[in-house]
């Protein structure tokens, strides 16, 4: 599969970093960025790279060559004038001939690309889109996309945001179809998002593929001191989902938000105090954050999908204005016992999944390559202790119970511990 790299931006929000290179250039553990891409994907077997430049561009082809130094084949494209971030796409149509690899080469990233072609290959789409959660989602853009992962709706930056939304990031790694180039623009600059993606939200031809590897730009210069602490401390390559991993499992009603008997309205959902404090300083171990919730209010018919939805969005967009975010979040809608009135009759049987078993920990697991007894669960009540520990899970409780590995008085406490 080929891969197109852009490198064509200025990188103005960046400038007071380095001025005198193009911003791929700006060097991270002693490398240059743009490098750190390549040996990614060459290490994968991505060796066919096609790289768009402009600004200051004779110093990225003059550094990288045709790439046979660095163990890959690299054609160049250049942008003497302006073209916008994918007008070069359009002039390049005859080269690409199969779905192929868009990535941004600003940014600082290390995933499976293996994983995300499957993923696509799957779905059959002509666009699927890497899509993560981040600490700053109301000043991104935004995907919404249904159970089965295709886009429905995609709000730019400067579109109304109504309600809560989820943390859904677009981070700018792409395989697109050539199916998309075959379209006339007759503006003298081309935007990606907005005139070739954006377009196919609800046609049912673009899926996300959600990951929590690790996808950073370093578009100013706070977030480039972010990503070099990251890759110094070894927190971008850990993340790619070739590696185990190790997460901090958490229960929700107590623990996240105030408990309330059984949450029905979204009204009641409230923040702990201090628990945003507290999944932020997870997202900034290296632990993955992942919600484990049974909510046998659905089952009872009393809470329907689409109305817990709007409740863990309403979780993520307030942990979002925080700069706090959940990996994942995983619910179980059964319950055991039958004789509600207007409960659902399929959703109630005796699962494999409610806690205090561990069916939500086993499926988290698979799906992130997390290794369990690295892993802690962290809740207010005995369930959420059993489930843990069926898990093969480290545990900690808000509250007191002698069988938990850590206690304490709140979530923040308890993560206090956890992380030291």
Not at 139 to 164: F, H, M, P
Not at 166 to 194: C, E, F, M, Y
Not at 340 to 347: F, K, T
Request: proline residues 4%; glycine residues 10%; hydrophobic residues 35%.
């Amino acid at each position: 599969m080929k891969t197109v790299i852009m490198a064509g931006g200025k990188g103005t929000r960046i400038a007071s970093v380095a001025s005198d290179i193009p911003k791929p250039m700006i060097p991270v553990a002693g490398k240059p960025v743009l490098e750190h891409e390549i040996e990614c994907l060459r290490g994968q077997g991505f060796t066919d790279l096609i790289i768009t430049v402009s600004h200051l561009g004779q110093i990225i082809t003059d550094y990288f060559g045709d790439g046979g130094k660095f163990g890959v084949h690299i054609e160049y494209f250049v942008e003497k004038e302006p073209l916008g971030n994918a007008g070069a796409l359009l002039r390049l149509k005859e080269k690409l001939t199969e779905d192929f690899l868009l990535l941004n080469a600003d940014a600082v990233f290390d995933i499976d690309f293996n994983r995300f072609v499957r993923a696509h290959r799957t779905h059959g789409g002509l666009a699927t889109l890497f899509t993560h959660p981040n600490d700053h989602p109301y000043d991104s853009g935004l995907i919404v996309a249904d159970q089965n992962g295709c886009v429905t709706k995609w709000l730019t930056k400067e579109d109304e945001r109504k309600g809560y939304y989820r943390n859904r990031v677009n981070a700018g790694l792409h395989i697109l179809s050539p199916k998309l180039l075959n379209q006339v623009l007759d503006t003298p600059k081309v935007d990606l998002d907005r005139q070739i993606l954006k377009p196919l939200a609800g046609t049912g031809q673009m899926y996300v593929y959600d990951s929590p590897e690790y996808v950073r730009d370093m578009g100013t210069p706070e977030r480039y001191a972010a990503v070099c602490r990251d890759f110094e401390e070894g927190k971008v390559q850990a993340r790619n989902l070739k590696h185990k991993q190790k997460a901090i499992f958490l229960d929700r009603d107590g623990t996240i938000n105030e408990y309330v008997g059984f949450l029905r309205e979204i009204d009641d959902f409230r923040l702990i105090e201090g628990a945003s404090e507290a999944i932020k300083r997870i997202n900034q171990s290296g632990y993955l954050a992942i919600v484990v919730t049974n909510q046998p209010v659905i089952a009872r018919g009393e809470v329907t999908v689409s109305q817990l939805n709007e409740i863990h969005n309403k979780m993520e967009t307030l942990l979002g204005q925080d700069g706090a975010y959940v990996d994942a979040i995983y619910y179980c809608p059964h319950h055991p016992h039958k004789g509600y009135e207007g409960e659902i009759a399929e959703l109630k049987f005796d699962c494999d999944c409610r806690k205090p078993k561990a069916g939500m920990l086993l499926r988290a697991a698979q799906d992130f390559n997390i290794d369990l007894s690295q892993s802690w669960m962290v809740g207010d009540g005995e369930n959420d202790l059993l489930c843990g520990k069926n898990g093969g899970c480290q545990t900690a409780m808000i509250g007191e119970d002698p069988r938990a590995d850590v206690c304490g008085k709140d979530l923040k406490d308890c993560i206090q511990k956890i992380l030291g």
